[in-house]
């Protein structure tokens, strides 16, 4: 269970608790739970209602009870990056999916943190990452980091790319999936809006490095854009990538910037280039 205080300043005198919890970002539905749990909510170490009122000097603890189970944990290292009582952030190496699916069991990301925490509560990834695709990911702790935390994360990934690009640029194209395909997409009119930008690094043997920023998150996103623009990944071959020199598409999730969900301080965490990355550039 995490237990989060809040000293009251004089701009939240006067606000009931709901009010004050709602604007902090508490749901509706996890106000609900606290106002059902022994000790959800305390004003000054005493039990408090939703309704009560809040005076300049007060000291409010809310308490937020682990919910869900973890996947079953597996012996697997874990890499990582940042921690403290709300989040996780770990350093995913390739080729490890990040959820469990039907041809993946007790080989992922939410195995190893499960075996990590060892706490029966739910995984919550802010975000995923493609099972090649190396790099930083953000989980949550409890709910009302996940509720925080959803889609304000400032991703900035790495791509080596087939060619030499001569100036940056965006990608606005739709994305679906192709036809009688499970897994690979394409751009179409009648896809979901998807806008990718990238800009030049460097250059090195026919290649090129990019850093790249999503406005939108499409599965493939980056890889399906790149292709289209005729500079497949490295190494992704669904795409048209040359595998010849790396063995899984060249894309690195390398920094994540965000606001703490409960210290709301801006955070920075990276995640250095792996060393088939590394190789390339």
């Known amino acids: 269970m995490r237990k989060i205080n809040f000293e009251i300043t004089e701009l939240q005198s006067g606000f009931r608790i709901k009010d004050f919890l709602k604007n902090f970002g508490v749901s509706s539905a996890l106000l609900t739970k606290l106002k059902k749990t022994e000790n959800g909510i305390l004003l000054n170490g005493s039990f408090a209602r939703a309704i009560d009122v809040l005076k300049s000097g007060d000291r409010l603890q809310i308490s937020v009870e682990n919910s869900g189970h973890m996947p079953v944990p597996a012996d697997l290292p874990v890499f990582v990056l940042y921690e403290d009582e709300d989040i996780l952030a770990v350093?995913?190496?390739?080729?490890?999916?990040?959820?469990?699916?039907?041809?993946?069991?007790?080989?992922?990301?939410?195995?190893?943190?499960?075996?990590?925490?060892?706490?029966?509560t739910a995984f919550r990834a802010v975000y995923r990452l493609d099972r090649d695709t190396s790099g930083i990911v953000l989980i949550a702790k409890h709910e009302l980091s996940a509720a925080k935390l959803a889609g304000k994360i400032q991703k900035d990934y790495y791509a080596?790319?087939?060619?030499?690009?001569?100036?940056?640029?965006?990608?606005?194209?739709?994305?679906?999936?192709?036809?009688?395909?499970?897994?690979?997409?394409?751009?179409?009119?009648?896809?979901?809006?998807?806008?990718?930008?990238?800009?030049?690094?460097?250059?090195?043997?026919?290649?090129?490095?990019?850093?790249?920023?999503?406005?939108?998150?499409?599965?493939?996103?980056i890889r399906v854009h790149l292709s289209h623009i005729g500079h497949p990944l490295l190494g992704d071959t669904l795409y048209g990538g040359d595998e010849r020199f790396i063995n899984r598409q060249a894309l690195h999730c390398r920094d994540i910037y965000f606001m703490h969900p409960i210290t709301e301080k801006p955070i920075h965490i990276t995640s250095p280039f792996p060393n088939d990355f590394k190789q390339l550039i």
């Open 91 to 120: 350093d995913k190496p390739p080729f490890m999916p990040v959820h469990e699916s039907r041809n993946h069991r007790g080989d992922t990301l939410s195995n190893a943190v499960s075996n990590y925490i060892r706490e029966d």
């Open 160 to 221: 080596v790319v087939t060619g030499i690009l001569l100036e940056s640029g965006t990608v606005a194209l739709p994305i679906k999936r192709l036809d009688e395909s499970i897994i690979k997409r394409c751009i179409s009119a009648d896809g979901e809006h998807a806008v990718t930008h990238y800009e030049i690094i460097s250059t090195k043997n026919g290649t090129t490095l990019l850093k790249l920023n999503l406005e939108t998150g499409r599965t493939h996103q």
